[in-house]
Structure formats: C-alpha cells, structure tokens
C-alpha cells in the first residue's frame, strides 16, 4: 500500500508539472526527473568525492597490494585477510563510507520513478519527434548512451573500453524501455554528466 502510495504520488507530480509544460507529459517527466535528481545532487556529490578519495587512498598502496598478491599467489583466503589488514592499517574500509546509506537512499527513489514512468503514463502521448511515450524510441536511446558516455569519460580512471561498453549497454536497455523511462534516464544521465565534469574540474584545480 505504501509502495503503490508513493508511485501514485510520483504521477501526481508528473501531472502537475506538465500543466507547467504547457499541459506536456513529456515535459512533466523530464521536469520531475531533472528536480528529483538535483535534489539528490548533495548526496550524490558527496558520494562522488568519496569514491574518488577512496580509490585515490587504495592506488596508492598498488605496490604493498601487489606484494601481498606474489606472496599469497596460492591462498586466495590468506590473500583476502593480509588485504583486509593492509586497510585497516591505513584506516581504509572495504568501500567508501556513507556508500551504503547512499544506496539506501538513491535505490527506493529510482525505482519509483520507474515504476511510476513504465506504466501507461505515456501511452498514446507525443513529445518532441516520438510519437508514443510508452513504445521505446532509438533516438532517445542514443541521446541516453551519450550521456552515459560522457558521464563515464569524465572520470580519470575509466578505460575508453569502459566508457565504450557503458554506452552500448546504456542505449540496449534504453532502446529496449517504453520512452518515457527513457525520458527519466536521459534527465538523470545529463545530471550524471554534470556531475562528474563539475568534479573533474574541481579535482584538475586543487591538483
């Protein structure tokens, strides 16, 4: 009941915010979505920093790690608990802090949006060139796989086979979801690509 409370109240929302599109439902979703996403951008932010902090503090014990690696080439086990020592001793936990209250908090947000989006929200509704919001749309699917890839190139440690397969699997899936949860991605891809430009400018100035 409440599950269902909150995408009904999610819909709600997405009615109200395409009368401020000019009575759009593809508006409202775009509108929702972008609004949801940058309220989470504190958090994800935050988030963002850490992960890079954490990966930054794990790079620089490579050569002990790798030491650990030759040294337990046989014993996976011995190998998992010299590693686990090795952080502890530098104060580094097996993921970032705060990255599972993230979840917490991003995971039940994400799936109502949706789920309140996947359903016939936009069935028969037009929006830009698509003519049904509820029929997958290539185009929009392409949009999505490029704002992933730009999400994903923005960070420096990600290989370009990375960024490249991010973007086919992006686009598969959009390609594969009715438009208006395409609509949702897209939103939330472009906050993404913000995102990590906006730290990788602030990571390239105190460097």
């Known amino acids: 009941m409440i599950w269902s409370g909150i995408i009904d109240a999610v819909r709600t929302l997405v009615f109200i915010a395409s009368q401020v599109c000019g009575h759009s439902t593809g508006g409202g979703i775009l509108l929702v979505s972008f609004a949801v996403r940058v309220a989470l951008l504190p958090l994800t932010l935050r988030m963002a920093r850490r992960v890079r902090e954490h990966r930054s503090r794990v790079a620089a014990l490579a050569p002990t790690l790798e030491k650990l690696r030759r040294r337990h080439a046989s014993d ?17 936990g097996p993921l970032p802090k705060g990255s599972l ?50 999400a994903a190139g923005a960070e420096p440690s990600v290989s370009r086979a990375a960024i490249a397969m991010n973007m086919i699997v992006t686009g598969f899936l959009a390609w ?8 949702y991605w897209a939103a939330s891809s472009g906050v993404s690509a913000v995102q990590a430009l906006v730290l990788r400018r602030s990571a390239s100035a105190h460097a």
């Open 101 to 150: 209250l993230s979840l917490l908090v991003q995971a039940p947000v994400g799936a109502a949006l949706y789920r309140a989006f996947s359903g016939n929200v936009g069935s028969r509704i037009s929006f830009l060139w698509m003519s049904d919001l509820a029929r997958p749309d290539i185009a929009l699917a392409l949009v999505c796989a490029t704002l992933a890839g730009v």
């Open 76 to 92: 996976q086990a011995a190998l998992g608990e010299a590693t686990l020592d090795l952080y502890r001793q530098h104060g580094i």
């Open 176 to 183: 594969r979801l009715a438009a208006s949860v395409g609509l």
